[in-house]
């Protein structure tokens, strides 16, 4: 058996692998390793073959062996040949049914809900293209060699300075740049502090808010790490309620999900907690830029920066799609994280880390958040008012900040209201499924509505749907 490789990329754009093998010589042979590579779909309809001198130069045969094979091809019609144009892979409009090497037929895809209101992403299509191009263009022209070897687990050095500055800026935040270690988002920060990756940081248990996300419960749990409900209230988690955990995860900016700041007093108190207790609290601060109706809620982590762990992303502010968070730390847990990250960053692409510190420092990120700042005030106060005008009975609370709202059902419409949604093509989240399965607070019906994900022109038919999906007074 012999492996030959006809590599054509300058002539053709790709590389071609035959295995010339099988009886009946070098022809035989070269004709089974072409046709196969057409019923498989290697060769796509349309591919323009090697002429006959380079492909029996690279293949080791006789340039008549070549155009025999190719002739017989054509004859079988695998192939066609027409001056001027060289030898194409036929048009087939599939490959032969039943061969071997024959792709699977997909199953149809399944589609997608037709109004998409659940939480957690931005509108994609107001992604800043334009912009980010032209930062990621920049970023490639004035990067050093070095970016392009192996990177700095902490992240490169760029994106650190101007987050130190971006974050003391715009979120009250008090850091250095070598106190910011890069991840990929929230839920690598998680994994990085408490074992998911490397050694542990951080040990549980660690108490959470009665609400919030079970992806974060669940990775946590998958962790080892057990997590303690906090009573929540208008005003926040109930921080009073702290025992002996050694460290706890707020949402202080913006509750998550049922909405409102952490009140000044249970700001401070917490901090007296964590130094009280030698403990840690970890600040989410995952939607910290978008504030509507109130003054704008300083980061946590102000109050102290050596009992505060502050971790945000870009995936609310920009897209989930484009990976990249950052952990503002303690200066004793700096160390750690960075070992327990490992000697080679394999998280964040440092072209994109790159392409991020260009973009906050040359105002384009604030430019954007401003953008779509006004845009989801907008769309929230168009939820608002349709609420108001066909669904008057329904109470809409948390509205004041961020890219969601929770309405407010009557006892026990929950899981009906949610199913009837579903049926009418509208995909959002009810709250029972953010409550901690181990919280003693009293159960509210409601449901969790994104106003951010469907693109502008979708959002009033989304509205409609939703009105007509609600329960009747």
Known sequence: MTDSWVNYAERLGADLHLELSGPGGRRAALIRALREAVRGGRLAPGTRLPPYRSLAADLGVAR?????????LVAEGWLTARQGSGTLVAERAEPLRGAVGTPAKQPPRARGPR???RQGTPDASAFPRAAWLASYRRALQQA????????????????REALAEYLARARGVRTEPDRIVVCSGFAHGLRLLFGGIGAAVLRGPLAVEAYGLSFH???????????????????G???SELGRERAVL?????????????HAERRAAVIDWARARGGVVLEDDYDGEFRYDRKPVGALQSLDPERVILIGSVSKSLSPAVRLGWMVLPERYVGDVLAAKGEREAWASVPDQLSLADFISSGAYDRHVRRMRQRYRSRRDRLVAALATHAPHVEVTGVAAGLHAVLRLPPGTEPSTVKAAAWQGIALDGLAGFRHPETDMTAHDGLVVGYATPSEHAYGAALEALCGALPPE
């Open 250 to 262: 707020l949402t202080p900016a913006h509750q998550f999900p049922t909405g409102g700041p952490l």
């Open 217 to 235: 419960r669940e990775l946590l749990a998958a962790a080892g790490v057990r997590t303690v409900p906090l009573p929540i209230d208008e005003h």
């Open 237 to 239: 988690a109930r921080v």
């Open 64 to 72: 008549n062996t070549v155009a025999d094979a190719y002739a017989e």
């Open 144 to 159: 050093p060699n070095e970016v392009f070897g192996p990177g700095d687990p902490a992240g490169r050095v760029e994106l």
């Open 115 to 117: 109004h998409d209101l």
